[in-house]
Structures are given as structure tokens and as C-alpha cells.
């Protein structure tokens, strides 16, 4: 059983590390000097998509680290 929690949670591991690179940066930069970055704040329905699957992985991801570590040490 371990091993297939591990599998998991490198499988989620490498997906998640894919997934927040592909978002979209969100920093400002100068624009916020002059207002302009509020211009184009909207998010658009691939990009929640893409929000929620990455939610879903890192939670998946936390209770594999948690069911590893008290497999482990408990």
C-alpha cells in the first residue's frame, strides 16, 4: 500500500510542478505604477480550469504526505 501512496504522490508531484508552469504570471511589474495592470485582471475559463486542477493535485499531493509520514514515523 505504501508503495502505491508513494506512486501517487510522485505522479501528482510531477504534474503539479508542470501545472504552475503553465499559469499565466501574475505579477504587475511596472504597470502598477500607473493603474494599467487592472486592465487585464480578468481570468478566463482555461485559466480557472487550469486553477481548480492544480487545487485538486496539491490537495491530493498533502494527503499522500501525510498518510506517507504516518506510515513512516507513526
Known amino acids: 500500500m505504501l508503495t502505491t501512496i ?3 504522490q510522485i505522479v501528482t508531484a510531477v504534474l503539479l510542478i508542470l501545472l504552475v508552469l503553465l499559469h499565466s504570471p501574475k505579477g504587475d511589474g511596472i ?3 500607473g493603474g494599467a495592470a487592472s486592465l487585464f485582471s480578468s481570468q478566463k475559463s ?3 480550469g487550469l486553477n ?3 487545487y485538486v493535485l496539491s490537495i491530493i499531493f498533502l494527503i499522500c ?3 506517507t509520514g504516518y ?3 507513526g
Open 6 to 8: 508513494w506512486t501517487i
Open 31 to 33: 504597470g502598477a505604477i
Open 46 to 48: 482555461a485559466e480557472k
Open 52 to 54: 481548480h486542477v492544480t
Open 65 to 67: 504526505s501525510f498518510i
Open 71 to 73: 506510515h513512516l514515523f
